[in-house]
């Protein structure tokens, strides 16, 4: 009996040694390697899209920089790599990206079965329908026996597929494996109807022929709640990408911004000295500098100016913030306290 218990404990005590040393993977890796490797959307307008400088721009791929902010005090440290909807969780599973921010809906099964993790939601999503005006439809519930475009390995083919057996309506569909695929099939007139996330129609809107004779239909028909993710296991990094999107909030509801940083470093207020780490040694538990949320808001600025900045009402996609607004504002975005 006492030998069993020894090779229990034993066996705990290995388990605890290895999670610990993994623990520490990630960020080093990223570290020695100097710059991050992000998994990215490589044709979404507002969120993920290089131009044909290899400039890369949109929320999430802010966020990245923000990461890299937060570790190198330099946004720029960054690679992206452009993964398809099929190819991105396996790149992460294997190590190839360090982090995947590329408009992934956080589910169950991504969680329990494919062994990753969602530290954050940056944008809480719906998915919706696109249809061209000379259609004459208003509703979604109007496209029984409609053919619709959407994109295979994605959560948004299982939503149309519950959608329409829920209120007893036939369909075609019409999948194709890349969003760019997709979007080109449906805007060629290969399908009635194109379904994605809302946020991703009114991207995907922007590159038709004549994007004025298409119209989003009003029903949102799935919760979308995207965000980045991480592998099982590495507890310490995702406490960095999760931080990174609380910053970026508790920056907004404090009324920090990328302009205003350095004059809120000699604020007396509590909460604006410990996120800015002019109090308290909170960026320490995580492996990085004290400073690290000065860091992402010195070069990046906080959720709602990046929102404004690639997707939001002064974008081209003109997105009003409504779910993704602060808590304080009806919206879904709450920071959590760093005390």
């Keep these: 009996m006492k030998k069993a218990f020894a090779s229990i404990a034993f066996g705990l005590a290995t388990a605890l040694v290895a999670t610990s040393a993994s623990a520490q993977a990630t960020l080093e890796g990223v570290k020695q390697r100097g710059f991050l490797q992000c998994g990215s959307n490589p044709g979404l307008a507002g969120f993920g899209v290089p131009d044909a400088q290899g400039n890369w721009t949109g929320l999430d791929v802010e966020f990245c920089r923000a990461i890299a902010a937060a570790i190198f005090d330099d946004p720029t440290k960054v690679r992206f790599i452009p993964l398809s909807a099929k190819d991105r969780f396996t790149a992460l599973q294997s190590g190839e990206v360090d982090v995947l921010a590329r408009n992934s809906t956080a589910t169950m099964s991504r969680d329990t079965q494919l062994g990753l993790d969602f530290p954050a939601i940056n944008y809480f ?8 005006k000379k259609l004459g439809v ?43 695929e997709t979007f080109k099939a449906y805007d ?26 298409h119209i989003v239909l009003p029903e949102i028909i ?19 990408v999760r931080w990174t999107h609380m910053a970026m909030l508790n920056a907004e509801e404090l009324g920090i911004t990328k302009a205003n940083v350095d004059q809120m470093k000699n604020s007396q207020n509590p909460e604006i000295k410990r996120l800015l780490g002019t109090e308290g040694k909170f960026g320490e538990a995580t ?17 709602g100016e990046s929102f404004e900045r690639n997707v939001g009402e002064g974008s081209r996609l003109k997105i009003k913030r409504g779910q993704n607004a602060l808590w304080t504002k009806g919206g879904l975005q709450y920071g959590i306290p760093v005390r």
């Design 125 to 132: 999503d719906g998915q919706g329908f696109m249809v061209r």
């Design 287 to 303: 492996g990085l500098t004290n400073d690290w949320a000065y860091r992402i808001i010195k070069h990046i600025g906080n959720y």
């Design 188 to 213: 060629a007139g290969r399908c009635d109807a194109f379904t994605t996330d809302a946020s991703g129609l009114y991207a995907e809107r922007l590159k038709a022929s004549n994007p004025d004779d």
């Design 138 to 180: 208003a509703s979604a519930k109007e496209l029984n026996g409609a053919s619709v475009c959407t994109q295979q390995g994605t959560t948004t083919e299982l939503n149309l597929a519950d959608y329409f057996r829920s209120n007893n309506m036939k369909y075609e569909v019409v999948a194709f494996a890349t969003a760019d």
């Design 222 to 240: 799935s919760k979308e709640p995207l965000g980045p993710a991480v592998r099982h296991g590495d507890n310490q990094w995702g406490d960095i």
